[in-house]
């Protein structure tokens, strides 16, 4: 006898001890993919935040759009908010393959884009104010 067939559970189910703890889970079901933004690629644009408000954030420091939950809105929505990205920088991932990438942001240099909210819009600001050189 399988452990499924123990558990009562078929072996196509999930267990409790079947998840690493990483998987959101959305409506009782779980989520095979997570989405992730490559902010390096990102312009700025705001669409994926203004579609999925759950999801997707404003990155505040460079402007630019970061996930920040993985069960924030319905996945229909979340493909809707990627679909509307003009430069395709935002996917599905799996659930391994996020951890690698966010590994991998730690070590990315990521250049202020100059628009509202990051440091270079802040900086153009406070040359403003002191004047003409």
């Known amino acids: ?5 123990a558990t009562g559970h078929s072996s196509t189910e999930h267990s409790s001890t079947d998840r690493s703890g990483w998987e959101p ?7 095979q ?13 705001g669409h994926c935040a203004y579609v999925a408000r ?3 954030a404003m990155e505040p ?13 319905s996945e229909e929505l979340v493909q809707e908010a990627i679909d509307t990205c003009p ?5 599905w991932v799996s659930f391994v393959e996020l951890r690698e990438l966010e590994a991998a942001r730690r070590f990315q240099v990521i250049t202020d884009l100059g628009i509202a909210g990051d440091r270079s819009s802040r900086a153009r600001r406070s040359r403003s ?3 003409p050189a």
């Open 1 to 5: 006898m399988d452990r499924g067939e």
């Open 25 to 31: 889970e959305l409506g009782g079901t779980l989520r």
């Open 33 to 45: 993919n997570a989405v992730y933004v490559d902010e390096s690629t990102c312009i700025g644009c």
């Open 54 to 56: 759950n999801t997707f």
């Open 61 to 73: 420091s460079y402007g630019r759009a970061r996930a920040i939950s993985q069960d924030g809105d």
């Open 87 to 91: 430069v395709d920088c935002i996917a």
């Open 129 to 131: 104010r002191r004047g």
